[in-house]
């Protein structure tokens, strides 16, 4: 998987307990911005609200009309139409740095990222983006990427942070599942414990709530970590291993 040393089982128990006390302290919000978004969308009598609010009999119609849409994309069309971007204070001085800043937006269409970043947090009440670097494929050259995260309850936030704007966290990861198909064929076999799922890999949801321990495909999590350095580490774990870093 890697060309370098990696104590993996002790980044996997780290990222293990990580998660835990991330969702310890923030699935109950993120679960919220879960379901505001699907009453954004025009669920709004689930069934749990109709329970709560006894409409659950069939002689009850439960209808639903709202300006919502309209609203949160009145409020977001000044963003949109902003001429927003990076810009130096002394650019003068740095134009070689500004010129890659404004290349680095156009080739990551930024400003769509963050429009629908900022439009989810307009709906829910938060809004989420990655920044990372992957390699190009024309130029083999590194390369800076901003991605808009869709669901707000894939985030694992820090719990360790003191800051409102939770500006000075040190770790977060984004958890996704992936199939055991395809988790094989990109990673290897034995990324998939043998008698999977009855025996659970290294790293799993078990006894966490935020996120649902499946039986038909593996947890794969991209794991950022602030180091002494005060650089930051990326692992992605899949099932029993470390498989990027």
Known sequence: FMDFELDENKIIDELQDFLVKSSNRYSGDMGKYISDLEAYNGNFWTDEIKKTYKRTAKTKFCLHFSDWAVLANAISSPYSNSPWHVNLLNKLELQEVQDNIDKLEQDNDV?????????????????????????????????????????????????????????????????????????????????????????????????????????????????????ENGTVDYYKICGNYVVEA
């Open 111 to 227: 400003k769509f990222e963050l429009k629908n970043a900022f439009l989810r947090a307009i709906i829910t009440g938060a809004g989420f983006a990655v920044v990372t670097t992957d390699i190009d494929q024309m130029s083999g050259e590194p390369k800076v990427v901003l991605e808009f995260v869709n669901r707000q309850d894939s985030v694992a936030l820090d719990p360790n942070v003191e800051k409102p704007d939770a500006s000075d966290a040190e770790e977060g990861a984004i958890v996704n599942y992936i199939s055991l198909s395809k988790a094989k064929r990109l990673y290897g076999e034995d990324v998939v414990p043998y008698k999977f799922p009855e025996n659970q890999p290294k790293m799993n949801f078990q006894g966490i709530d935020q996120w649902e321990n499946l039986t038909d495909c593996l947890q794969i999590v991209s794991y950022y970590v602030k180091n």
